[in-house]
């Protein structure tokens, strides 16, 4: 909790604004010194002696409307690229610095509950599968998922960012080594042949639909999760994945909406 060092005991606490929506989750000292009367709060943060609380509120400030910046880019991003695949070349190099960047502190931004969608969508599968790939996994979370549930599984992440490709790379413990690796790949054009994978998995990833199909033998399945739903800075509605999956030979389309996300699982013909 911050304090006003001349004030400490009289100090209120932290409050929070609303910048919990997507994945990421900030806090914000709303809070000011409590010898300034009842003054408005805002007039009083601006005569208090308080300059470590002014430093510390600009700079939450900042960091809240930067990550907001950053969920509405990715939303942008995301409708522009599903809308006209071909928009991707231009968005890439701007967006991918965004994940660069965003690596050493994703963890902290996402919430516990990230990948509860996915993990219920994995357990619709009829069987696991023999080798399964996580597009666009980050620091690897949803491949480590996909290991820890199906022991016997191969499990592929790749994902663009080369910063989140080292995290990734890091959690590859000795007992994993031979099952789980991590490469780095644009999942607009994978460095993988036709029909290699058994399941191609998405957590809060942009779905580029040809490459899926591609790489998806024929009885595999496709997954996509979103973990706060519509409200996840990268979303594609399900009417529009199933539409897209449609014209490329899927069917099964199982939806669900456990907790705050949504998963659709959809077997490729
Ligand atoms: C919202 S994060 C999700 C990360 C991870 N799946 C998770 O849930 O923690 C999106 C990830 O997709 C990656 N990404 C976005 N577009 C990509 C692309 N075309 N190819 C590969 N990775 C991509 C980003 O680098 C980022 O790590």
Redesign the pocket.
């Known amino acids: 909790m911050l304090v006003c060092s001349s004030a400490a005991s009289r100090h209120k606490s932290l409050s929070t604004i609303g910048f919990a929506r997507g994945?990421t989750y900030v806090k914000y000292p709303f809070s000011v010194c409590a010898d300034q009367g009842n003054a408005p709060r805002h007039r009083k943060a601006a005569n208090t002696n308080c300059s470590w609380w002014r430093a510390a509120r600009s700079r939450f400030v900042v960091k809240a409307l930067l990550e907001r910046a950053s969920r509405r880019f990715?939303r942008l991003v995301t409708d522009a690229v599903v809308a006209r695949p071909g928009a991707?070349r231009l968005l890439?190099p701007l967006?991918?610095r965004q994940?660069?960047q965003?690596?050493p502190t994703?963890?902290q931004l996402?919430r516990p509950d990230?990948?509860d969608p996915?993990v219920a969508g994995l357990n619709t599968l009829p069987e696991p599968p023999k080798r399964a790939l996580?597009?666009?996994?980050?620091?690897g979370?949803?491949a480590l998922e996909i290991a820890t549930r199906f022991p016997s599984t191969e499990v592929v992440g790749?994902?663009?960012?080369v910063a989140?490709m080292a995290i990734a790379a890091s959690k590859v413990t000795p007992s994993l080594a031979g099952r789980v690796s991590f490469r780095q790949?644009?999942?607009?054009s994978l460095p993988f042949g036709d029909g290699e994978f058994d399941l191609v998995a998405?957590?809060?990833?942009?779905p580029?639909f040809d490459e899926i199909a591609r790489v998806l033998r024929p009885g595999g399945h496709a997954l996509f999760a979103y973990?706060s739903g519509a409200e996840t800075?990268?979303y594609v509605p399900p009417e529009r994945i199933r539409a897209e999956l449609e014209r490329r030979g899927f069917s099964d389309f199982a939806y669900s909406s456990p907790g705050r996300g949504t998963v659709l699982v959809a077997r490729k013909r």
């Open positions: 994945s990715a991707w890439r967006f991918r994940w660069d965003l690596a994703w963890e996402r990230t990948f996915y996580d597009v666009g996994t980050g620091t979370g949803g790749v994902d663009f960012a989140m790949a644009d999942a607009s998405h957590n809060n990833m942009i580029f973990s800075p990268i």
